[in-house]
């Protein structure tokens, strides 16, 4: 009933930046707060970066500074830009949001992106 789409990973050099899209379609009442999840190879997922449906934003400590979240609700889309990228940032990013849908009685489900790979390498 959700799909979320990501976009914008590649491949870049240690300092480059790279932005990254998720845009949610479907039949949904509403997209509540959305998040951005990383996870590198043998770790496990850790959350990034998430937003509220209100803007109010938190980070994991080690992109703070260098990271921004940002939305659009009327796209219903999430973006992550990404700036003074390190090897320790590749992985593959993904798209969570807690959806809520009408199926006769309303409710609130996690939804998640098909990931896209984000490679820092020089």
């Known amino acids: 009933q959700v799909q979320l789409v990501e976009s914008g990973g590649g491949l870049v050099q240690p300092g480059g930046s790279l932005r990254l899209s998720c845009a949610a379609s479907?039949?949904?009442?509403?997209?509540?707060?959305m998040g951005w999840y990383r996870q590198a190879p043998g770790k496990q997922r850790e959350l990034v970066a998430r937003i509220t449906r209100g803007g109010s934003t938190n980070y994991i400590d080690s992109v703070k500074g260098r990271f921004t979240i940002s939305r659009d609700n009327a796209k219903h889309t999430v973006y992550l830009q990404m700036n003074s990228l390190k090897p320790e940032d590749t992985g593959v990013y993904y798209c969570?949001?807690?959806?809520?849908?009408?199926?006769?009685?309303?409710?609130?489900?996690?939804?998640w992106g098909q990931g896209t790979q984000v490679t820092v390498s020089s």
């Open positions: 479907g039949r949904f009442v509403s997209i509540n707060a």
């Open positions: 969570n949001t807690g959806a809520t849908v009408y199926n006769g009685l309303y409710s609130t489900s996690d939804y």
